[in-house]
């Protein structure tokens, strides 16, 4: 998997290939946060809308709370 380093601009390469490897043994996406984000508790209408979002894109969503 290519890494965009957009927003993790800390991570060198060494680190990248660490969590490469270590997704390669486990089998499984890892997904590395700095400082991790808080979800968000989201009321029954946001959560249909993010959902129909969802499925029109075929992808999942996550809500974060923002700073």
Known sequence: MDFD???ADYL??????EIAKLEKKIG???????????????DDKTLEK???LEK???VRLVAYETN
């Open 5 to 7: 380093r957009a927003y």
């Open 12 to 17: 060198k390469d060494k680190d990248i290939k």
């Open 28 to 42: 499984k996406t890892l997904l590395a946060y700095y400082t991790p984000p808080i979800a968000s508790n989201l």
């Open 50 to 52: 993010i959902q129909e």
């Open 56 to 58: 029109k894109l075929c």
